[in-house]
């Protein structure tokens, strides 16, 4: 089992920006490829970004290619979520995930672990 839990949400200026943290706990952290997604209310849940155990690769969302950067440190078992130039569309609730291996990774039925998510909020 793999615990996890999200942290750095909060309410931002468009324009603003914001680092999530989420700590794993339980299973080794560094053998899992780790996933941020979100959900805004009404919406299904979107792939935003995830990073190989490695940290060699990294794949993206388009709407936050560009803006956001996802990183991790195994030595303190946390990636994160940096967040730049947000925008309102991007409110929504964050979470991470962890699956073996990475392949689909942009498919959230693929991961094996999820937090409880933390809210973002993006004023105009």
């Known amino acids: 089992q793999v615990q996890l839990v999200e942290s750095g949400g909060g309410l931002v200026q468009a324009g603003g920006s914001l680092r999530l943290s989420c700590a794993a706990t339980?299973?080794?952290?560094?053998?899992?490829?780790m996933g941020w997604f979100r959900q805004a209310p009404g919406k299904e849940r979107e792939f935003v970004a995830a990073?190989?155990?490695?940290?060699?690769?990294?794949t993206y969302g388009d709407s936050v290619k560009g803006r956001f950067t996802i990183s991790r440190d195994n030595a303190k078992n946390t990636v994160y979520l940096q967040m730049n130039s947000l925008k309102p569309e991007d409110t929504a609730k964050y979470y991470c995930a962890a699956k073996v291996g990475y392949y689909n990774v942009v498919t959230q039925a693929a991961y094996n672990y999820w937090g409880q998510g933390t809210q973002v909020t993006v004023s105009s």
């Open positions: 339980g299973r080794t952290f560094s053998n899992y490829a």
């Open positions: 990073i190989r155990s490695n940290s060699q690769t990294t």
